[in-house]
């Protein structure tokens, strides 16, 4: 029988994830890293070497398009290797919208292989 090993709330602004030791080492896209040098997962590195293609930013459609989850943009955004832009473009009606840029610390993060 399954149990539920934490049975906090998640609120906006809380961890989802149950603590776990090593946890204070950091994870970029879903990857543990460790202290001196974090290590990019595959979709990590994908995406950052998608925005680096695009100086003006790539809007989050484009990237969930191409298969790039929130947690992992969000994990980027979180390690400072990317930001975020968030802006309203108005028509009939205002559409919000997410723009990725990245950051100079992303652009160390891929050239580091």
């Known amino acids: 029988m399954d149990q539920i090993a934490d049975a ?3 609120t906006a602004g809380s961890d989802p994830a149950p603590s776990r ?3 204070g080492q950091g994870e970029i896209g879903g990857m543990t890293a460790s202290p001196r040098k974090r290590r990019l997962s595959p979709k990590a590195r994908g995406a950052l070497e998608l925005l680096v293609d695009y100086p003006l930013g790539v809007s989050g459609a484009v990237m969930f398009a191409r298969c ?3 947690q992992v943009l969000a994990s980027l955004v979180r390690n400072g290797l990317a ?3 968030r802006d309203e ?3 009939d009606s205002t559409i919000r919208i997410k ?3 990245i950051t100079d610390a992303g ?3 891929i050239e580091e292989r």
């Open 21 to 23: 030791e090593g946890a």
């Open 8 to 10: 906090r709330p998640v």
């Open 99 to 101: 723009r990725y840029h």
């Open 83 to 85: 930001t975020v832009e």
């Open 68 to 70: 790039f989850t929130p």
């Open 89 to 91: 473009v108005s028509f």
């Open 107 to 109: 652009r160390k993060a």
